[in-house]
């Protein structure tokens, strides 16, 4: 199957800013390369054969360092000012091609053959017949967990900020078929504004949304997980 590869860039990154760093967030090095870089270049490695990336409008040298770095055939970048997650979602999904999506937040850090392995699962997944695909881990590190809870099956009940034993949460990797961009354009007409809140309801109305696990993610928001995602990526 197919998978059109979707980033993410929609925010500020104002709590790296806060704690010093000033280059924007799609261009904090891990590795030695951009963020963006890094992750446009896995999802391409992977089997992507375009990547759209929703870059906030106003961040210095973004939108330059992609261009020059990858094929305008293949890599599109689509500039947004909007005020939610689920408001850049929507948008990505307008500007990218018909058919299933593999869809990253900018701040996702994994290992290689952990993207590997999450984007050839999402896609079998989705081709089986999947609403939705959830990257999920055990390695908690966020302020603000979205839990994801299943069943003997592996498929996601409930997500929401209640800890369950062992602990899941949302790596800030998803699969997505053509019928959830419907659903993501109806959950924002009704009101709903995170990602979160899409994916809740989602569960909510009967979607099947199974779950791929991966030992480590690394959500960069804080200077903290820079240096982790720095560990895990040495």
Request: proline share 6%; charged share 25%; net charge negative.
């Amino acid at each position: 199957m197919t998978l059109h590869g979707l980033v993410l860039a929609g925010g500020t990154g104002s709590r790296l800013a806060a704690e010093g760093l000033s280059d924007p967030k799609p261009l904090v090095s891990v590795g030695g390369r951009p963020q963006v870089v890094r992750l446009i270049e896995a999802m391409l490695a992977t089997g992507c054969p375009t990547v759209t990336c929703m870059v906030r409008e106003g961040l210095p040298g973004v939108r330059e360092t992609i261009e020059a770095q990858f094929d305008p055939r293949k890599v599109k970048v689509v500039l947004c000012r909007t005020p939610s997650s689920l408001h850049t979602l929507v948008a990505g999904l307008e500007a990218v091609p018909d058919g299933a999506i593999f869809c990253a937040m900018v701040d996702t850090v994994m290992r290689p053959l952990d993207w590997e392995r999450a984007f050839r699962e999402t896609a079998t997944q989705l081709e089986e017949g999947a609403d939705a695909v959830l990257v999920v881990t055990p390695f908690v590190q966020d302020e603000t967990p979205l839990y994801v809870h299943r069943d003997a099956q592996g498929l996601a009940v409930r997500v929401g900020s209640q800890r369950r034993e062992p602990p899941l949460v949302t790596g800030g990797v998803y699969g997505f078929s053509p019928a959830a961009r419907g659903a993501a354009r109806e959950a924002l007409a009704d009101g709903v504004h995170r990602m979160r809140g899409f994916l809740q309801r989602l569960l909510e109305e009967g979607a099947r949304v199974p779950t791929v696990e991966v030992e480590q993610v690394v959500d960069l928001d804080r200077v903290a997980d820079l240096k982790a995602a720095q560990a895990m990526v040495a």
